[in-house]
């Protein structure tokens, strides 16, 4: 048995698709982590619509889904009131964060799916979903184990460490993560070091380059060399940069993608490093 990630969407801060990213894609967060025993989502950007989409054109969208969000920012919930499974009577949609941004994503959820936002509340849609706080021991959710793993983001941030019960097999997603911050909070890299310790592939955020982060220092975000470190740091073989800058075109993601790989393969413990492409799958 193993994981898949399949990366609907895999763009921050603001949607930017058109010719320039058409290769990488323009669309914000939203991965799916399927297995044998069901499948739940990681964030619910506007890779969410197309996810919903091929659950219509499988014959899947009645069924349940579990939504796992990082935070409240709108990249990461617009596109919720786009997901068809809320308009089958019946269905049932259940959105899920970390105990400290509930009431964030609750709220952000509400009024970016409501008038004058969008047509239709999202409180009288067929399937309304329901939020649930992720408990602190974790939960397991359409088959698998699922806990919060440490996250500094302004607002409130938590990413996610998703597991199979029946093999151990981990993958941790932080998209939003500023791994700077965590150098000054007295045990905090630790707690995230021994969060990800384990998992054979992290997701995680590498919105700017190096030259870039001085200019945006409590910004909530990461470079690839920050990821990089992390990575090798936690021992984690396989490492997926994400959250990619609106700005940064195809060509500019190729060239992150090569410095990156080099970056890696002159650290201890060098993971495998890639970057995250719209359409694509990962089996962990």
Request: hydrophobic share 50%; with cysteine; charged share 20%.
């Amino acid at each position: 048995m193993s994981l898949t990630l399949r990366f609907w969407r895999v763009r921050g801060s603001v949607a930017a698709p058109g010719a320039a990213t058409a290769r990488y894609g323009g669309n914000t967060s939203c991965v799916e982590v399927a297995h044998a025993g069901g499948a739940l989502v990681l964030d619910a950007g506007t890779g969410l619509r197309p996810f919903g989409e091929a659950r219509r054109a499988a014959g899947e969208l009645a069924g349940p889904i579990d939504v796992l969000v990082t935070h409240a920012h709108a990249d990461h919930l617009l596109g919720l009131p786009f997901l068809g499974t809320l308009d089958v009577a019946g269905a049932a949609v259940t959105v899920h964060a970390a105990p400290h941004v509930l009431e964030a994503v609750r709220a952000a959820s509400h009024s970016l799916a409501s008038p004058p936002l969008f047509p239709v509340p999202l409180a009288q849609r067929a399937a309304a979903p329901t939020f649930v706080a992720l408990p602190a021991e974790g939960a397991t959710l359409s088959g698998l184990r699922v806990r919060a793993v440490p996250a500094l983001h302004p607002g409130g941030a938590a990413g996610f460490r998703v597991e199979d019960p029946a093999t151990g097999r981990a993958a941790v997603y932080l998209p939003d993560n500023e791994l700077a911050a965590f150098e000054g909070e007295c045990g905090g890299r630790r707690e995230l070091l021994e969060a990800i310790a384990g998992a054979e592939v992290l997701v995680h955020d590498a919105t700017y380059l190096p030259a870039e982060l001085p200019h945006h220092r409590g910004w909530g975000h990461s470079t690839y060399a920050e990821a990089v470190r992390l990575a090798a740091d936690a021992g984690v073989p396989r490492l997926v940069l994400f959250h990619h800058h609106p700005e940064r075109d195809d060509a500019a993601l190729d060239r992150v993608a090569a410095v990156a790989q080099g970056v890696a393969r002159a650290a201890r413990g060098a993971p495998e490093v890639t970057v995250a492409v719209e359409g694509t799958a990962l089996t962990v």
